[in-house]
């Protein structure tokens, strides 16, 4: 069981719609020591891809590319810019931005998630697999392939990790339909 400790740790909005998880934070001392939900400021993205290399710029691009890729009607994000630069630039995971980027495993509240619609993405098929292991993911899932694994009663997708050679627009395009689907 997990502790409410746990439940919201990372960056975003603490009013999520799309709640992603990954397996490690930005090697910086302000996002380790963290232990709550922060909405960033306008350029924090910016500022942690600077200073932490590519691999974070892929994840938040990857987070904007796919968000800019749903389907405009359910997900109003796209409305929210002329592109998914601006939308990284201006709105991903700060106040009000309805995403969050968790670094602790899914916490699946079944009234809120259905009442707020909240669809959970782990990324990485490694770190969900680490999630099953250590008895952390508090569902079953189903495998649709290789890449890709889902769980509808609790909207959980599994899907490659937040780069574009892992989750490349092809993948992103699928993604989006699954999501489209819950």
């Known amino acids: 069981m997990l502790n409410t400790e746990q439940i919201t740790v990372g960056l975003g909005c603490i009013d999520y719609q799309i709640a992603v998880y990954i397996g490690n934070r930005p090697p910086l001392y302000q996002y380790q020591a963290l232990d709550q939900l922060i909405g960033l ?49 201006c709105f991903l995971l700060q106040t009000g931005s309805k995403t969050a980027l968790f670094f602790n495993a899914p916490y699946l509240d079944n009234k809120s998630n259905n009442t707020r619609k909240i669809i959970h993405l782990i990324i990485g098929k490694t770190y969900a697999k680490s999630l099953v292991k250590a008895t952390q ?23 490659p990790y937040f780069d574009y050679r892992q989750l490349s627009n092809i993948k992103i395009e699928r993604l989006a339909a699954i999501m489209k689907g819950l």
Do not use: P
């Open 41 to 89: 400021c306008s350029g924090e993205i910016n500022a942690i891809a600077e200073q932490c290399g590519n691999g974070w710029r892929k994840v938040f691009n990857v987070y904007a590319k796919l968000l800019y890729a749903l389907d405009i009607e359910l997900f109003g994000f796209a409305k929210c810019a002329t592109s998914w630069q601006k939308y990284r630039d």
């Open 137 to 159: 993911l508090e569902c079953e899932l189903t495998w649709l392939d290789n890449e890709f694994a889902i769980n509808t009663q609790h909207r959980v997708i599994v899907c």
